[in-house]
């Protein structure tokens, strides 16, 4: 893999300044090459001293900011948007400014809220804010102020479009704002704990029943008595406990919707086992946003080179639908054809796991057509009021 692609090509279609796009490369390659986003391990992979490329990553975030860029990978054909947070440990990390303790009270680390849109059994990010207890405190504000921040810059975009989310974002004060901002949502329903109540429209207690191998509709509910909302939920073979998702689009779109959501925990799990995001270091949480940015940024040209990559060798990914053996999932089977090979496996693995082989000139036309993609990602039709 090493050299196969060259980020400045890609970088140069989303930042305006030329020299701020062909360091954005140099830096993304190193990225790739050390698959980690300690700075060190970074410069090491670049040409020179290291310490000089050690300062010359840092005067680079100082100078640029890639938040901003990040906004132009979103897809505005899109069917719909992903909202989710994963946790980053730190357990070392006792003096950093941002870094607080995670969910189970004890683990040093802090949270990152990416927003990205569904791409081939991945999702491409298009915009992300951190935060952790310790942030919460010294800002005074809440986890939730901090979702409703995220989601700030992206409503103008939405449109139509609903926001999917997973079961953290299950609250009434959520819903309550994305109505006043007229944004459409999907949200699997969290019963874990205190579960809500619903009410019906003659205001009567709601009880959420369903046996295994069922679906269950139940439209114009009151949420906690405050929003109203249409809730379904199903209860497939093999599975322990039943899936309820609340929405504010019909109810069986509202499901399909949720199914269709791209597996973004795959994505997090690309970018921490095959990227080394979780080797972040950065002291200050600015620099540490953006040098994630940067990540997300080479993570989706790597995932595009890959899918053109796996295309080329395997040919197209299989559907949902189609039924692949156990045996013909496991990389290296003797029983494995050729045409199912890696077919589950994301583009960014195959080209960073795999051992594969190809000429210069095939390897010209997997980053032509990886190129194009970009290129139809981040060049959006101009609008017009005419």
Known sequence: MDKFINNHEFMDEVFDNRRDAKQAGEIGDAILAARSLRLT?????????????????????????????????????????????????????WKTE????????????????????????????????TYSSKTIAQNADSRNQNHFRAFEGLKDLLGERPLVLDREFSYLELMCNMLAEQINWVIRLNLRANPPKFYDEEGKTMALTISPGET??????????????????????GFTEPMWVITNLEANRGLQIYFARMKIDETFRDLKSLLGMTKLMNKQQIYMEKMLALLLLTFTIGLLVGEELRDFLYG????PQEQVSGKERIPGSPALKKSMKWKRYSGLFVLLKQKWSVSSDQRSLVLHAALSSFLALVQHPVRTFV
């Open 316 to 319: 197209e990914p299989i559907s």
């Open 98 to 129: 941002y870094v607080g303790t995670l969910k189970d009270g004890k683990t040093k680390g802090f949270w990152a809220m990416v927003l990205a849109t569904p791409y081939r059994g991945r999702a491409i990010p298009c915009g992300l804010i």
């Open 41 to 93: 391990d970074v410069a090491v992979e670049m040409e020179g001293e290291m310490e000089a490329c050690y300062k010359r990553i840092q005067r680079f975030l100082k100078a640029v900011d890639p938040r901003t860029v990040l906004w132009r990978l979103y897809q505005e054909d899109a069917e719909f948007v992903i909202g989710d947070p994963t946790e980053i440990e730190r357990p070392q990390a």
């Open 216 to 237: 269950v509709i139940h439209n114009h509910l009151w949420y906690m008595g405050k929003v109203q909302v249409n809730l379904i939920g199903t209860w497939g073979r």
